[in-house]
């Protein structure tokens, strides 16, 4: 893992010691709301709906034990003793005080970590693969190139006021855990005739105007990624629009201007600034590989774990689910679930994330991350301790086996916390998963990626769910709008409006509706709801969900010849 | 023809806790709904939201959300004036949990 140079870890004492004096002087009243909000939206504080609330960066979602155990202390002394996992990698605390803040980040520094660029219109916390460097399927670990992007990112003079916020994620493998194709910038590792280089993505984003990512380079070499990047940026910050901030990012600027147009620009641009980046960077790059060299995997019998799978059934079933596969002999990837039937997904308490750092630093190489899925990683665990890992998770209640099933819902905070909510969204997450739970179906459902935003910014990713809920205000009432047939992967799809929203006391039973029609209409088990839904399309969920009649005149609608006006 | 006036409330968070508060009919604050002024005329509203907003060392982000009035005192008319009041749905947390 990534260690801090003595120039990051005096940058952050020093981005620490200011923004204590910018809280002391906002306290005193020598400066405005108007004047401390960019300061304090800088520094990832926010002022939410009960409370201000801080999100710390988790740079592309790598921790090791002791920075858990710090998140925890921090949980346990300055906030109500739990943190919520994001999205994006993030944790945030929902209870700070404001004068507590800045030494709340002065705890975080001790661990190398920060809340730099966590909000404002900044390049944000860089996503990666939250399986980089231990997948099966991976070409290399993105967590490198993340790291130098973050380095070149934080703080950089040119980008600190840019049209909007940009986000970058980045996979290194084909199988995208990253959602690179929804991102500012979504950069793919491939390998081609044995060269490695990398597919940069522009264009993406979810939020008011969803849109996919279109390919602007297929094929860059690593050296010349961060100049393109800084191109990229450049020609948006130049040409982004400020008149309208639903307008700013940039898709819409590729939307309006074409790609063909963006890459134009981006190649002047990256014409007259290559020349600047001398190999700094790549000597850099080099240093920062070295860091994450991968860990020495042991060589030991698993016999025992196979012994333990024929005789536990619940062990069985939460390896099934819940394990993925290790480039390494004997290894496995342990997806811990922050879902819990009924709990709020992706909140953990200190407890919770102590016994988390504790099984990374005994049995995971001292390796955590955080999915975009709002769950917890044990990257590296030799097959031979899952069963020491499980009866630990078991007793703080993290051995739920439900990842990628259908209680394993990525939720924003919604109108329980954020102030931009339209409408909640824990409360839809936990009634749906106790309700499948309830009912068995689970397990007979399979793969089910529900993302519920409680506002049409979209945090929650509802527009890549395979069911996909909004939830918006409508005359005053909380109301649900589903889509489904959305997917997040490698060839990301924006799901379909099944039509009218439905009320917060039908929308679980709406979901329940999609899922038995699916059960209903799939060939076999192995059709997946995703794959059922390609090949049968909308009318058949339509019909179950409003009526016969109205799946007519929605087909009859389609049918009717398009009128330009 | 301008809309009525409904009967509102001064509410804002407060600087160092962040919380939600209300302005009373002193011009104090207050943590509590049903210890608020209802406003029920609109120069009187529009002139003491300028003042409450005035107030920059002690709230942030003050206006004026509706409520009905009762013998309880003002309630919310809307959801997320009465997510305010309360406190998340998730967790017993926030003004539901504070004694008084």
Redesign the interface.
């Known amino acids: 893992m990534y260690t801090y140079t003595e120039f990051d870890a005096a940058f952050v004492a020093e981005r620490n010691r200011q923004f204590r004096a910018q809280v002391a002087r ?2 005193e ?1 020598a400066l ?2 108007d004047e401390f909000k960019p300061l304090r939206l800088m520094n990832g504080l926010y ?6 609330m801080l999100r710390v960066a988790i740079p592309y979602g790598t921790l090791g034990s002791a920075q858990m155990r710090q998140l925890a202390m921090i949980a346990e002394r300055w906030d ?1 003793g739990y943190g919520h996992f994001t999205t994006r990698q993030n944790i945030q605390y ?6 507590e803040v800045p030494d709340i980040l002065d705890a975080l520094g001790e661990v190398q970590m920060h809340a730099i660029q966590t909000s404002g219109n900044t390049i944000r916390n860089v996503t990666a693969d939250h399986f980089a460097g231990a997948a099966a399927d991976e070409v290399a670990d993105p967590r490198p190139i993340a790291e130098l992007i973050r380095q070149w990112s934080t703080d950089h003079p040119e980008f600190q006021a840019l049209p909007r916020k940009f986000k970058v994620a980045v996979t290194g493998s084909p199988m995208d855990r990253a959602v690179t194709l929804a991102h500012d910038i979504g950069l793919r590792i491939v390998r081609r005739a044995g060269q490695i280089g990398y597919q940069v993505l522009v264009g993406g984003g979810l939020g008011r105007t969803p849109m996919i990512g279109k390919v602007l380079h297929d094929f860059l070499p690593e050296e010349d990624l961060l100049p393109y990047l800084e191109a990229v940026v450049s020609v948006w910050n130049s040409i982004g629009r400020r008149d309208n901030k639903f307008k700013s990012r940039i898709k819409i600027t590729v939307h309006e201007h074409g790609i063909e147009d963006i890459r134009a620009r981006v190649e002047a641009r990256y014409a007259l600034i290559r020349p600047l980046f001398t190999g700094i960077d790549q000597q850099m790059l080099g240093a920062i590989r070295a860091d994450f060299a991968p860990p020495v995997f042991r060589d030991a019998p698993v016999d025992g774990y196979e012994a333990a799978r024929a005789a536990d059934p619940v062990f069985r079933a939460w390896a099934d689910t819940n394990l993925s596969a290790h480039r390494a002999p004997g290894y496995a990837i342990v997806s811990i679930s922050l879902k819990a039937h009924g709990e ?1 997904p992706g909140d953990a308490t200190a407890e919770q994330m102590r016994v988390m750092a504790d099984l990374a630093e005994r049995y995971g190489h001292d390796e955590l991350r955080i999915s975009h899925e709002q769950n917890v990683i044990l990257p590296h665990v030799h097959k031979s301790d899952l069963q020491a890992v499980h009866a630990a998770l078991r007793e703080v209640g993290l051995a739920t086996a439900n990842i990628g099933l259908i209680s394993d819902i990525i939720a924003c905070p919604g ?3 954020c102030a931009l909510a339209t409408a ?1 969204s ?2 839809i997450a ?1 009634e749906i998963a106790l309700r499948f739970d309830a009912l068995k179906l689970e397990h007979e459902i399979g793969e089910m990626k529900i993302k519920i935003s409680g506002c049409i910014n979209a945090c929650g990713h509802h527009h890549v769910g395979h069911i996909g809920i909004l939830g918006l ?1 409508r005359a ?3 109301s649900y709008q589903i889509t489904i047939g959305g997917d997040g992967g490698p060839d990301a799809q924006l799901g379909d409006r099944t039509g009218p929203g439905f009320a917060a006391e039908d929308i679980v039973p709406a979901i329940e509706t999609i899922m038995l029609a699916y059960l209903d209409l799939r060939t076999d088990p192995s059709e997946t709801f995703l794959a059922a839904y390609r090949r049968v399309g909308m009318e058949p969920f339509k019909s179950a969900l409003y009526g016969e009649a109205e799946a007519a005149r929605a087909a009859k609608r389609k049918a009717e010849p398009h009128v330009a006006a | 023809m301008p809309r009525e006036f409904t009967p509102k409330v001064i509410t804002a968070n407060a600087l160092l806790e962040g919380d939600v508060v209300y302005l009373t009919e002193d011009d104090g604050w207050t943590r509590t709904l049903s210890e608020a002024a209802i406003l029920t005329d609109e120069a009187d509203a529009e002139l003491r939201l300028l003042l409450a907003q005035s107030r920059a060392s002690d709230v942030v982000g003050a206006y004026l959300a509706d409520v009905i009035a009762t013998d309880a005192g003002p309630q919310p008319t809307h959801f997320r004036e009465a997510f305010r009041r309360t406190g998340p749905s998730n967790y017993f947390h926030g003004k539901q949990a504070e004694t008084r």
Not at chain 1, 94 to 99: E, F, G, M
């Open positions: 906002r306290v009243g405005t709301e002022l939410q709906l009960h409370a201000y109500k929902n209870w700070p005080k404001l004068a709020t109108m329980d916390y909640r824990i409360p936990q205000d005053g009432v909380e």
